[in-house]
């Protein structure tokens, strides 16, 4: 089979076998898998590394596909099953997964983009936002993922959703998808956005940058939220936080990621509910990109390409 390995120089599709399983795994054949704004961050780092030039690494964990073959203890799932999983080294034409890992995809999700594994870490995230019916919610990071939690929040109760970006193409996707308030943070600063728009309920942090911490901080009412959905690599994943602010405010800051794999699945589960029924929009923010240009998609992802929200790599 065909698989992706990343090294200094970008992605490298090589030959490899097929490979084994045990009695409580399952061999599923890829039919697509997201690109992680993680797995992102890798390319950047090591393409930019000369010590990574001769070093290579699997990586990719959003994959969805056709049950091929089931271990000898698997009675949950079998030839034929349309899945998603919770699992890695995904950009290959086959991976492995422990049964207990597998969420069947219900049949109106296109399968190539089922995208169980970010549609999980937004679930999971939007079960800890700490909105009350009729709250006031800032979503800061119109990415896919932000675009995503914008989404949740209006469907968990806010009375309007303001987003907040850099970029206008991004804010138009904002408005489109239902956002009652859309705001170019690129000339304004904090000080002028609480002027403008008042104190927030719920403070939504969906960009991995320190600014957006800092904004989320004045935003805020006095023992209202922050929850915090960015992923913070760089830097090392320090940051620069005014707890003294949070402590006067009595700020409820909450992490929103998840690490146990049972909520994970629950999340994953719901995610795939809220998309079959159509109350979450996935389709406009996935952009599909043949396995052989792979490299092309972290290219343009990199370069924040216009209108690219989620790469996502057909096999």
């Not at 690109?35 to 964990?61: M, N, W």
């Not at 700490?130 to 675009?147: A, E």
């Amino acid at each position: 089979m065909k698989t992706a390995l990343l090294t200094g120089n970008g992605f490298v599709i090589q030959e490899v076998d097929i490979p084994k399983f045990g009695p409580n795994q399952v061999l599923v054949k890829t039919a697509g898998c997201g690109i992680c704004e993680g797995d992102l961050f890798q390319y950047v780092c090591r393409t930019s590394d000369p010590d990574c030039q001769q070093k290579f690494i699997a990586v990719g964990h959003e994959a969805s596909g056709v049950v091929e073959v089931v271990g000898d203890a698997v009675t949950e799932f079998k030839p034929g099953d349309r899945v998603t999983a919770l699992t890695g080294e995904e950009y290959a034409e086959y991976f492995v997964a422990e049964k207990a890992n597998l969420v069947l995809v219900p049949e109106k999700t296109p399968l190539e983009s089922a995208l169980g594994e970010p549609l999980a870490c937004c679930l999971h995230a939007a079960n800890r936002f700490n909105i009350r019916l009729g709250d006031k919610v800032g979503v800061i990071g119109c990415g896919f993922m932000g675009l995503i939690i914008q989404q949740l929040a209006a469907l968990s109760g806010a009375s309007a959703v303001h987003t907040f970006d850099l970029i206008d193409w991004r804010l138009a996707m904002s408005k489109k998808l239902g956002a009652d308030n859309t705001i170019n943070v690129s000339d304004k600063s904090s000080g002028q956005i609480l002027s403008e728009l008042g104190e927030f309920d719920v403070m939504i942090e969906a960009t991995g940058v320190e600014a957006a911490i800092s904004m989320s901080t004045t935003l805020v009412r006095e023992h209202g939220t922050i929850n915090l959905v960015g992923y913070h690599q760089s830097g090392g994943g320090m940051r620069n936080i005014d707890v003294k602010t949070w402590n006067y405010k009595a700020l409820n800051v909450i992490n929103g990621h998840v690490r146990r794999a049972d909520e994970k699945l629950e999340a994953m589960v719901a995610g795939l509910k809220l998309v079959d029924s159509g109350k979450l929009q996935l389709a406009p923010l996935v952009t599909n990109y043949k396995f052989a240009d792979i490299n092309t998609a972290f290219e343009e992802l990199k370069s924040r390409k216009e209108g690219l929200f989620k790469g996502n790599l057909i096999f």
